[in-house]
């Protein structure tokens, strides 16, 4: 392979494994592709970010994402969204809103049991979820449906609710002061690894 299509392979919006599997899509942003493992959101993982609280709008990280993987002919998912990330997404010029869904889950069932259900199914390249709450087993059984399914999963969770260890796959933590958004990526514990201004 020559140096020229090296480069291009590296800049792809889908980054392969050595089969060929596409096992990331870039994030749209470099700074935060260099923060996130294997150089974008994972395809068949899950992706926790942890707000502040509600009036801290975090989609925006995923919609270069959601607007490619729109295009690529299976759903995207948004389970019970509030009511800003809900028209962010709808009103999106750049997305194919035929292959969007909203999911409200029923009364009696936890909105995570839709999500895994939704993730397992294969039938969806990604699955958006407002869980209110936060639990380490569930993490891990979304994982696993994630993996399954080949669908990126991405979790947003107020900060409040966030205070137990995450099962998850990329945990990144947003901070909001007067107009500037940090971004750093936690471990499980909620440690620090690395962070980035944006």
Known sequence: MNTVKQLHHLNAA???SACGASLVTTSGCSVLDDMLPGGGWPKG???ELVVPDDHAEAI???MPALRRLSMQGRWIVLVTPPLPSRASVFTDREINANQVLQVNSHPGRSGLWTVES?????????VLAWPGC?????DKRLQKAATHGKS???????ESEATHPSGVDVRLKVEVSEGARAVYRVN???DALSGAAL
């Open 45 to 47: 993982g899950v992706v």
């Open 188 to 190: 499980s514990r909620g």
């Open 14 to 16: 889908d980054r392969k």
């Open 152 to 158: 990126l999963c991405v979790l947003f969770r107020y």
């Open 134 to 138: 936060d639990t380490e087993l569930m």
């Open 118 to 126: 939704m993730l397992r199914s294969g039938d969806c390249a990604a």
């Open 60 to 62: 925006d990280l995923v």
